[in-house]
């Protein structure tokens, strides 16, 4: 099954675009990367989700790299509201989200 | 309701004590998933029921953890004999069908689950 990679931190301004990096170099043809966030004290939330091409709705963009090998999760306009750890998932078997530890994103004022 | 519910929101259990936590899903969700969220980790999958019928338990991680879904709606975990190790947060989430393109899962907030 593949795996994720992600950096654990990163910082971004509030107002700028946080461009936050997955790389799944062992994804298979019908896996898709789902992006989910995790705000503190709180169940992860559903961002978005792909499986190769690039993909927008109201929280974020999602490009995939035409090798599926890696991704970006764009949020456009960060805000304070967007501090969270923020989880790249490649859909595992059936059914089951296979977190890893994610990328702790801080926005800061 | 509007989401995931789980009950209690915290619970405080003495060692060797079994404990129960509910999950309500959304109303019509077929499919349920426990997930087991340690301290500055990330969850690990648990269990996974669609409909009534558990299709896997690989991640339970001993016999003393059970869930069931009996009606294909309310789920509950039973940790049996707590140990100090199974102080987590416990979160439920469900999605509307059982497909393997889903259009996302929704979770609970959890129970934090604290064994003294």
């Known amino acids: 099954d593949a795996k994720t990679t992600q950096p654990p931190s990163m910082d971004c301004a509030e107002g700028r675009a946080a461009n936050l990096p997955c790389n799944h170099s062992t994804i298979s043809g019908n896996e898709y990367v789902y992006w989910y966030r995790q705000i503190h004290s709180q169940g992860p939330q559903y961002i978005i989700h792909?499986?190769?091409n690039n993909e927008t709705n109201e929280m974020a963009s999602l490009i995939i790299t035409e090798d599926r090998k890696s991704s970006t999760l764009i949020l456009p306009h960060a805000t304070l509201r967007d501090t969270a750890v923020y989880y790249c998932i490649v859909l595992q078997g059936a059914q089951k989200l296979v977190f890893g530890q994610g990328t702790r994103l801080t926005i800061n004022p | 309701g509007a989401g995931v519910s789980q009950s209690p929101r915290y619970k405080v259990a003495k060692r060797g004590q079994d404990v129960a936590l509910r999950c309500d899903p959304i109303s019509g969700h077929v499919s349920l998933f426990w997930y087991q969220q340690a301290l500055g980790q990330g969850p690990e999958f648990l269990t996974y029921f669609q409909n009534e019928a558990q299709l896997d338990k690989s991640g339970l991680p001993s016999d003393r953890f059970f869930a069931e879904r009996p009606e294909g709606s309310v789920s509950t975990l039973k940790i049996q004999r707590t140990q100090q190790e199974d102080s987590a947060v416990y979160l439920c989430?469900?999605?509307?069908?059982?497909?393997?393109?889903?259009?996302?899962?929704?979770f609970g907030s959890g129970t934090r689950l604290t064994v003294v």
């Open positions: 792909g499986l190769k």
């Open positions: 989430a469900s999605s509307l069908v059982g497909g393997l393109f889903d259009y996302g899962y929704t």
